[in-house]
């Protein structure tokens, strides 16, 4: 393996590591999915290892979850009925 294709699987490396989806690092550096796929392996691997089971790169501020869905309905909160 040559310095071009070194440099180019690490480009690809931190672009997997900066959550970049696998199919559009083939595509930008033209390295078939199917050669990315265990570096894809080895970066899941390390944030499993660091993180656990969190999908979140962002740990600056604390973050509240609720079970609010996309469009901001809670389901624990009744709709309130139009008094007539």
Do not use: C, H, W
């Amino acid at each position: 393996m040559n310095n071009t294709d070194k440099a180019t699987l690490d480009a690809a490396k931190r672009m997997l590591q900066g959550k970049i989806d696998i199919n559009e690092v083939s595509m930008m550096l033209g390295v078939p999915v199917e050669k990315l796929q265990p570096l894809k392996d080895e970066v899941d691997e390390q944030v499993r290892k660091v993180y656990g089971n969190i999908d979140s790169y962002d740990f600056s501020e604390p973050v509240l979850f609720d079970n609010y869905d996309d469009l901001g309905n809670d389901d624990d909160i009744k709709p309130e009925e139009d008094e007539q």
